[in-house]
């Protein structure tokens, strides 16, 4: 019975860790992009995986970051190891001490005060920093690792050195520098695989256009999971096994010595091949190693070597613009496109306030242009050098006019609105109201929006006020409601409504209408609505850091992206409505053109409101009620 139980325990443990992995591993040959249905066996996400240079360059910074940082790290460790056996034993307590105090403190702590340390220096965030990092929380593990040899070691043999003769670098390298050897080997792989692992410091030292993996997945996985995110992590399971098997199968040293003393009863053939697994861990993968890494970066670095010192620094939306409109403007201008990505107005505001990243172009919305107008963070556009901005609609220049009064920074680039996505076949009635959101009968069947603004303009339009309301007592009633509400919440989620939507693991989803379009094309049985309380009527517009590097080239680019064809690529890939009039008309489908969900009439605009700018004071206000609410 003992036994059994104990082969149950085990079972279920493996079952715990290897059951996620398994799963991953299967979707990863779905052919379906939704984790809902199979759709057949297929490797195009692989292909697409491999294809993909933004995350091929990023798998080359991480392995070049890595090693570099981990081979600087231990050259400076190991110096330094040495340097403190030979200090006096209250100044070795005192420098121990200081060496420990990075590896007990939260890496996040570590991630912001190298940042700040960067900004005030007026270093530009980039690859030296990141690196710079790495080497910098690398050191104390490397000293970790090679003090306890360097107390091993024989001093006295080092001096019978100096007494006969030889140099003190001499005597290092012959007699000290084997004994401590494998704590140096020891300390260079664990900062190699922590720095292939760090995600925190990363992100906070990292500049525009610089991705290791893990930041790189980071963003992908806040947009939805790609299924090409499946396939990059069963290649990295896969190879993690493979190593771990080799290393476990290859001869220990103990049966090394057994196959020595058999030597005369093995052909030389079979002896060559008990050592092959041996050879394979010992020589053929550093080298491999090293030959992967020196070809990926000739490979994926080949364009950046080769590319002009023109150049323009964008910071947007994920998933806000198609990849082949940056193509053709870095092919017709020679103007090489820097690109990065972020996921909320909130987290893109601080990186444009430290001014630690000079980008040419951002794409906030509504009110945050407002906010760093207030704050002096943007310079006005010439608009003479962006003729092709005369193809906005007027209707969306009045809009802008509630953040941006005089038209000055700000060109509109989407708009849409905000509203209710639910599921015909797991809903009775159809919807016309907020209220749904509160309906029982929907318990964890819900989706929120993740965001204060979104989640309060909700509460809000369904108490009958405005969604820019700075009342006290209206706002401690719209928290009140959505209190109420949380018990009935699958999730509050951002990017991730739309694959869950579609893979009808929920019923009512709160959503922007241009992904709303895109749902409707992969699940026929959504349905989407404003409801009749109202809502929000948001626009997204490019505008201008005051210490953009790069003017003329941004305006390039702008005057670019407002042409006709290119507006209609980009409605096309991300299906955001375009407030670009003739690209509205260069768009073939009537049943889209005249979509109520991509140019909802002046029926559905009318109760629509504009976010605004409320202030500091009032931003306080709605985040301490916003963390009430995610709190009880």
Same mark, same amino acid.
């Given at each position: 019975?003992?036994?059994?139980?104990?082969?149950?325990?085990?079972?279920?443990?493996?079952?715990?860790?290897?059951?996620?992995?398994?799963?991953?591993?299967?979707?990863?040959?779905?052919?379906?992009?939704?984790?809902?249905?199979?759709?057949?066996?297929?490797?195009?996400?692989?292909?697409?995986?491999?294809?993909?240079?933004?995350?091929?360059?990023?798998?080359?910074?991480?392995?070049?970051?890595?090693?570099?940082?981990?081979?600087?790290?231990?050259?400076?460790?190991?110096?330094?190891?040495?340097?403190?056996?030979? +200090?006096?034993?209250?100044?070795?307590?005192?420098?121990?001490?200081?060496?420990?105090?990075?590896?007990?403190?939260?890496?996040?702590?570590?991630?912001?005060?190298?940042?700040?340390?960067?900004?005030?220096?007026?270093?530009?965030?980039?690859?030296?920093?990141?690196?710079?990092?790495?080497?910098? !929380?690398?050191?104390?593990?490397?000293?970790?690792?090679?003090?306890?040899?360097?107390?091993?070691?024989?001093?006295?043999?080092?001096?019978?050195?100096?007494?006969?003769?030889?140099?003190?670098?001499?005597?290092?390298?012959?007699?000290?520098?084997?004994?401590? +050897?494998?704590?140096?080997?020891?300390?260079?792989?664990?900062?190699?695989?922590?720095?292939?692992?760090?995600?925190?410091?990363?992100?906070?030292?990292?500049?525009?256009?610089?991705?290791?993996?893990?930041?790189?997945?980071?963003?992908?996985?806040?947009?939805?999971?790609?299924?090409?995110?499946?396939?990059?992590?069963?290649?990295? !399971?896969?190879?993690?096994?493979?190593?771990?098997?080799?290393?476990?199968?290859?001869?220990?040293?103990?049966?090394?010595?057994?196959?020595?003393?058999?030597?005369?009863?093995?052909?030389?053939?079979?002896?060559?091949?008990?050592?092959?697994?041996?050879?394979?861990?010992?020589?053929?993968?550093?080298?491999?190693?090293?030959?992967?890494?020196?070809?990926?970066?000739?490979?994926?670095?080949?364009?950046?070597?080769?590319?002009?010192?023109?150049?323009?620094?964008?910071?947007?939306?994920?998933?806000?613009?198609?990849?082949?409109?940056?193509?053709?403007?870095?092919?017709?201008?020679?103007?090489?496109?820097?690109?990065?990505?972020?996921?909320?107005?909130?987290?893109?505001?601080?990186?444009?306030?430290?001014?630690?990243?000079?980008?040419?172009?951002?794409?906030?919305?509504?009110? +945050?242009?407002?906010?760093?107008?207030?704050?002096?963070?943007?310079?006005?556009?010439?608009?003479?050098?962006?003729?092709?901005?005369?193809?906005?609609?007027?209707?969306?220049?009045?809009?802008?006019?509630?953040?941006?009064?005089?038209?000055?920074?700000?060109?509109?680039?989407?708009?849409?609105?905000?509203?209710?996505?639910?599921?015909?076949?797991?809903?009775?009635?159809?919807?016309?109201?907020?209220?749904?959101?509160?309906?029982?009968?929907?318990?964890?069947?819900i989706l929120m929006q993740d965001s204060v603004r979104d989640a309060f303009?909700?509460?809000?339009?369904?108490?009958?006020?405005?969604?820019?309301?700075?009342?006290?007592?209206?706002?401690?009633?719209?928290?009140?409601?959505?209190?109420?509400?949380?018990?009935?919440?699958?999730?509050?989620?951002?990017?991730?409504?739309?694959?869950?939507?579609?893979?009808?693991?929920?019923?009512?989803?709160?959503?922007?209408?241009?992904?709303?379009?895109?749902?409707?094309?992969?699940?026929?049985?959504?349905?989407?609505?404003?409801?009749?309380?109202?809502?929000?009527?948001?626009?997204?517009?490019?505008?201008?850091?005051?210490?953009?590097?790069?003017?003329?080239?941004?305006?390039?680019?702008?005057?670019?992206?407002?042409?006709?064809?290119?507006?209609?690529?980009?409605?096309?890939?991300?299906?955001?409505?375009?407030?670009?009039?003739?690209?509205?008309?260069?768009?073939?489908?009537?049943?889209?053109?005249?979509?109520?969900?991509? !140019?909802?009439?002046?029926?559905?605009?009318?109760?629509?409101?504009? !976010?605004?700018y409320l202030g500091e004071d009032a931003d306080e206000v709605y985040n301490?009620?916003?963390?009430?609410?995610?709190?009880?």
């Amino acid at each position: 019975m003992k036994r059994k139980l104990e082969k149950l325990y085990m079972a279920f443990i493996i079952f715990l860790l290897y059951a996620p992995i398994f799963t991953l591993i299967v979707l990863s040959f779905n052919s379906s992009r939704t984790r809902a249905k199979w759709g057949g066996f297929t490797l195009q996400w692989y292909q697409a995986l491999f294809a993909n240079e933004d995350i091929m360059n990023a798998l080359y910074t991480t392995l070049v970051i890595a090693l570099l940082s981990a081979i600087i790290a231990t050259v400076l460790g190991t110096a330094a190891s040495v340097g403190i056996t030979s +200090m006096k034993p209250r100044a070795k307590t005192v420098f121990m001490g200081v060496t420990n105090i990075p590896m007990l403190n939260g890496e996040i702590v570590m991630g912001i005060s190298l940042m700040l340390l960067f900004i005030i220096g007026r270093i530009e965030l980039g690859f030296g920093t990141i690196l710079l990092a790495h080497i910098t !929380f690398n050191l104390p593990y490397v000293i970790l690792s090679v003090m306890p040899k360097m107390k091993q070691t024989s001093r006295a043999t080092y001096e019978a050195a100096l007494d006969l003769g030889a140099s003190p670098m001499y005597a290092f390298w012959k007699i000290t520098f084997p004994d401590i +050897m494998p704590g140096v080997i020891s300390g260079f792989l664990l900062a190699f695989t922590m720095s292939l692992d760090d995600f925190v410091i990363t992100y906070f030292t990292k500049g525009p256009g610089i991705d290791t993996l893990s930041t790189k997945i980071y963003s992908e996985v806040r947009k939805g999971i790609k299924p090409e995110m499946y396939s990059l992590s069963t290649i990295l !399971f896969a190879t993690v096994l493979i190593l771990l098997l080799l290393v476990n199968f290859s001869p220990s040293d103990k049966n090394a010595g057994q196959e020595a003393q058999k030597a005369h009863r093995l052909s030389k053939k079979k002896r060559s091949f008990g050592r092959i697994p041996q050879i394979i861990v010992g020589r053929v993968l550093p080298v491999l190693m090293v030959v992967v890494i020196a070809g990926g970066g000739i490979y994926y670095g080949r364009a950046n070597l080769t590319s002009g010192t023109e150049q323009v620094i964008i910071y947007n939306w994920g998933e806000y613009i198609d990849p082949e409109v940056l193509d053709m403007f870095e092919e017709e201008t020679g103007i090489q496109v820097i690109y990065e990505e972020f996921e909320t107005n909130e987290i893109m505001y601080p990186k444009i306030q430290s001014g630690a990243i000079a980008y040419d172009l951002v794409c906030p919305s509504d009110y +945050m242009i407002q906010k760093m107008i207030q704050n002096d963070l943007l310079q006005p556009l010439n608009f003479d050098n962006i003729p092709n901005a005369k193809n906005i609609g007027q209707v969306y220049y009045e809009k802008s006019r509630q953040f941006d009064p005089d038209n000055q920074y700000s060109i509109p680039y989407c708009w849409g609105t905000v509203g209710i996505l639910y599921n015909t076949k797991m809903v009775e009635e159809p919807i016309d109201s907020w209220t749904v959101l509160w309906d029982t009968q929907y318990k964890d069947n819900i989706l929120m929006q993740d965001s204060v603004r979104d989640a309060f303009a909700v509460a809000l339009k369904t108490l009958g006020y405005s969604l820019n309301s700075t009342s006290i007592h209206e706002l401690t009633q719209a928290k009140d409601l959505l209190v109420q509400q949380k018990p009935l919440v699958q999730a509050y989620v951002i990017d991730q409504v739309r694959d869950k939507m579609i893979g009808n693991e929920a019923a009512i989803g709160v959503i922007y209408s241009g992904e709303a379009i895109y749902t409707q094309t992969e699940n026929p049985d959504l349905a989407y609505v404003v409801p009749k309380e109202g809502s929000n009527m948001w626009i997204d517009s490019w505008v201008m850091p005051k210490n953009a590097p790069n003017k003329e080239n941004a305006e390039k680019f702008l005057d670019f992206l407002c042409r006709p064809e290119i507006a209609l690529m980009n409605f096309e890939y991300i299906t955001y409505s375009t407030p670009n009039e003739k690209a509205r008309e260069l768009i073939e489908d009537p049943a889209i053109r005249n979509s109520e969900i991509a !140019f909802p009439g002046d029926s559905i605009l009318s109760r629509c409101e504009t !976010f605004t700018y409320l202030g500091e004071d009032a931003d306080e206000v709605y985040n301490q009620l916003w963390r009430e609410v995610k709190s009880n």
